[in-house]
């Protein structure tokens, strides 16, 4: 993988999320779908984003505000930390309600990471 940052990649946002690859038995990954893919999928990889992330899809409407998650077993500002990690990698939307931000799963990304890794044929 690059160099590039998470900011530096171009990232699928729920407004206008298509899929962003085909299936991985179609044919083989273009250099910038591996590399936009690969962002979402180091995102997931880290244990305390995955619990996040995780959380937030199974709350009702898979969608939390930030003051219902807790006991991730890190402090308050590592999980922003964290959040902001997934909402980076278009794994998460948010939404500024008064004082709490909520976060949802952006379902259009996680969609077609599922018809990514659809090995059927």
């Known amino acids: 993988m690059s160099n590039l940052s998470v900011s530096e990649l171009p990232v699928l946002q729920s407004e206008s999320a298509v899929p962003c690859c085909p299936p991985l038995t179609e044919r083989p990954l273009s250099a910038e779908e591996a590399e936009r893919t690969a962002v979402m999928f180091k995102a997931l990889g880290d244990p305390v984003r995955l619990r996040l992330f995780s959380l937030i899809a ?64």
């Open 58 to 121: 199974s709350h009702e409407g898979g969608e939390a505000c930030v003051c219902d998650i807790s006991d991730v077993g890190v402090s308050q500002p590592t999980v922003s930390h964290h959040l902001k990690k997934l909402k980076d990698a278009g794994l998460l939307t948010s939404e500024r309600r008064a004082t709490w931000v909520y976060y949802k799963v952006a379902p259009e990304v996680v969609a077609s990471m599922s018809a990514l890794l659809d090995l059927r044929r």
